[in-house]
């Protein structure tokens, strides 16, 4: 059964504090990860998808990568707004458009 | 172009009764998929519609259906509704879907509480 795990559940950071959010994965066969970035009562919005070890993709300051069993999202230099609950989901080869998400992380950027 | 878009909103209900949720996708979109997100559970796949086709589904209880029109809007339904149903219904749109690695954009989510 595919199973995503993300870490920290919650995190605070300092407005310009640099840092990553982790998302490990177990899946028999990985078609795509994605990141999505979550605002209270709204629903995901993408940022990212990741399709082999090795890949990297960058939008304003955030950076994601994968490697065969996780994916770091990387945020540069964070302002307040990108304050937002940062979900991962793993799509495996046979599963069809099914995503399987992780619990998310909980992103504060304090002023 | 317009996004995903979800009606109602927000819904209260009472035990046993029923409900109709409404996905339109982003224009050119054929594939419709809903997921359920609840504080506990996290965001769980319900089903996938293509060509009014329910072409995969998750493990929910059969009270949880749905459908697709010919102009890809679907609607999902659930029957009998208990407590431990109230939750954000999110529906998301793609191009192809299926075996297809496209995105899937979601819409803004149906706000269910069952009293």
């Known amino acids: 059964e595919d199973q995503v795990t993300q870490s920290p559940e919650a995190l605070r950071l300092q407005e310009g504090e640099s840092s990553s959010l982790n998302c490990s994965y177990t899946v028999s066969g990985l078609r795509g990860l994605f990141w999505y970035r979550q605002d209270p009562g709204k629903g995901p919005e993408f940022l990212f998808t990741?399709?082999?070890a090795g890949e990297e993709k960058e939008k304003e300051r955030l950076k994601a990568t994968l490697t065969k069993k996780e994916s770091f999202l990387h945020i540069t230099a964070p302002k307040p707004e990108d304050s937002a609950t940062y979900l991962c989901a793993v799509q495996e080869e046979t599963s069809g458009s099914r995503l399987t998400f992780g619990e998310g992380t909980q992103l504060t950027v304090n002023p | 172009k317009a996004g995903v878009t979800q009606t109602p909103r927000y819904l209260i209900k009472t035990r046993g009764q029923q409900v109709t949720l409404s996905c339109s996708p982003i224009s050119g979109h054929r594939s419709v998929s809903w997921y359920q997100q609840t504080p506990g559970q996290g965001l769980q796949f319900l089903f996938e519609y293509f060509s009014e086709t329910q072409r995969n589904k998750g493990n929910f209880p059969g009270r949880f259906s749905g459908r697709q029109f010919s102009n890809s809007r679907s609607e999902m339904n659930v029957s009998t509704l208990e407590l431990g149903d109230s939750a954000l219904y999110l529906c998301a749109s793609s191009r192809q879907g299926g075996h297809f690695t496209d995105t899937q954009y979601f819409g803004p989510g149906t706000r269910l509480t069952v009293l």
């Open positions: 990741l399709y082999s």
